[in-house]
């Protein structure tokens, strides 16, 4: 059974989580890499998936706009290192078409979503406390500090907070930053609270005292005990989280307890996924490792983009490393098969990755190979065919991988001039060269004229590797290429007789 059948069979089989609603949360910090892509189609597969069994189910996306911001992209350091510390959603965008960070960040990460067919309803966390709707769990968090601290104790072994610590913090009223300020006190209608200018490495405060209501959104809940306050506000029954959070004693847990013992809110499904990696490594949007988001939707067709993730599964940690390499070649032919399997009917896992990767209807794929796509954009007057094959589509996507990715031993040019390589070819050769370009006027299709290639070739005592070289040699200036026949025909005749006679 593919693995979100098997899941939303496990949350159906439970009888614990109706109405089924379908959630997962994302912080705006920055552009998002291609990591950050996995959990929001993983839970849109686990949505069709219950969809598909027959079951109604809602499926949200919050985006956590009310966080601080804690860390800058390097692009934008220096003059926005003053608004660290201050909610996301009011610290001031380094683009005029968006009025906060927030704003520039999730809109360009929802952009990335859809675009890969995730039909979530997208919530604002800035919005929701500013409503109103929290003020209940924020009232239930500051009445149970001590319990959520000996919460944290029991589930993560960590030490306890000093004492009067307290599960919230406020935007300072002078200087607008949430990540500095410290409540200390909490009279049942009003906390007190400090700016402290040493509270985090990250950002300063002011040193501002203060005394202020928690409700209506003048604060919010520290990330563990808001993650579970999101569930009971928002009605979650469904989410899963990356192995970071779901390791034993860590936030998942912590904040499966908090939902459960503080908000008296039954306990989500969990489910636990793996990682993606770019070249072996975890991809983090602060530290510049891996691709954009916004980049995967420029190299990939959305239904592979989204088969990238489908057919891992969130067990598997994959690795994803399309720069010089064949990673995304590869991709394509497997998206192919899975086509092939689902066209032909067939039950197996693959045919229903692909059936879970569609935007819309499904559609066949083209049934040229990507490799060969790619050859065929790399040489002069093959429009016409890739028209005919019907691959304008893909075609886009091949010369992006050729021209940003390919490994260099899969790129060509055919030379302007004669290249000075041809001074290694023997005598057989330059004579083979001879007899292709007398048969170049009864050149039929591609595949025939490959034939009666190698048939000159063997005629003259040249192996298929010495033949196709002689031809590569002249025309590309390596020994190696695509396929000799379709590259002669891709050119001008007369261009072609010229360089073999010149050689």
């Not at 609603?21 to 920055?30: A, I, L, Q, R, Y």
């Not at 929001?40 to 079951?55: E, N, T, Y």
């Not at 040493?198 to 003048?218: H, M, Q, R």
């Amino acid at each position: 059974m593919f693995w979100a059948d098997k899941v939303a069979e496990d949350i159906i089989a439970s009888g614990k989580h109706k109405p089924y609603w379908v959630d997962d949360m994302k912080t705006p910090s920055g552009f998002s890499h291609v990591g950050s892509l996995m959990g929001p189609v993983i839970h849109s597969m686990i949505f069709r998936a219950l969809k598909d069994a027959g079951q109604k189910a809602t499926f949200t996306f919050v985006i956590n706009d009310f966080d601080p911001a804690d860390d800058l992209l390097p692009e934008i350091r220096g003059e926005y290192e003053k608004y660290l510390g201050m909610p996301l959603k009011l610290a001031p965008s380094p683009s005029p078409k968006f009025k906060s960070m927030a704003d520039l960040f999730s809109s360009d990460f929802v952009e990335s979503i859809k675009s890969l067919g995730v039909e979530a309803e997208i919530l604002s966390s800035w919005e929701l406390y500013h409503q109103g709707k929290f003020d209940g769990v924020i009232k239930d968090a500051l009445d149970n500090a001590e319990k959520i601290q000996d919460i944290y104790q029991k589930v993560s072994g960590s030490q306890k907070k000093e004492a009067g610590w307290l599960p919230f913090q406020v935007i300072c009223e002078r200087c607008g930053k949430l990540g500095t300020t410290k409540v200390f006190a909490w009279d049942g209608e009003k906390v007190s609270y400090k700016c402290e200018p040493n509270l985090v490495k990250w950002a300063v405060g002011c040193d501002y005292e203060g005394k202020i209501s928690p409700f209506g959104g003048t604060g919010k809940l520290p990330w563990k005990v808001d993650w579970a306050a999101h569930w009971k506000v928002i009605g979650i029954t469904i989410e899963g989280a990356g192995k970071d959070h779901a390791s034993k004693g860590g936030s998942y847990d912590i904040a499966m307890t908090l939902c459960e013992e503080i908000f008296k809110y039954d306990q989500p499904f969990r489910f636990p996924y793996e990682f993606i990696l770019i070249g072996g490594k975890k991809m983090s949007s602060s530290k510049g490792i891996g691709l954009k988001a916004h980049d995967l939707v420029k190299i990939l067709p959305p239904e592979v983009g989204r088969f990238l993730f489908a057919r891992s599964g969130i067990k598997a940690q994959s690795n994803f490393d399309p720069v010089e390499t064949n990673a995304i070649p590869m991709l394509f032919d497997d998206y192919q098969k899975a086509a092939d399997a689902y066209f032909n009917k067939g039950a197996s896992d693959l045919a229903r990755a692909f059936e879970l990767s569609q935007i819309g209807e499904a559609q066949k794929p083209p049934s040229i190979r990507f490799s060969v796509l790619a050859q065929w954009v790399q040489m002069p007057n093959m429009e016409e065919e890739i028209k005919k094959e019907g691959l304008e589509n893909w075609a886009k996507y091949a010369r992006v991988w050729v021209e940003k990715f390919a490994p260099e031993k899969d790129k060509f040019t055919v030379q302007k001039t004669v290249p000075s390589a041809i001074k290694n070819l023997t005598n057989e050769q330059k004579v083979f060269l001879k007899k292709v370009a007398e048969e170049l006027n009864k050149a039929g299709s591609g595949e025939e004229f490959q034939t009666r290639i190698y048939a000159i070739g063997k005629e003259i005592g040249l192996n298929g590797k010495e033949a196709f070289a002689a031809i590569y040699i002249s025309l590309i200036g390596k020994d190696h290429g695509p396929k000799a026949a379709w590259l002669i025909l891709s050119l001008d005749k007369e261009f072609v007789k010229n360089r073999f006679s010149e050689v």
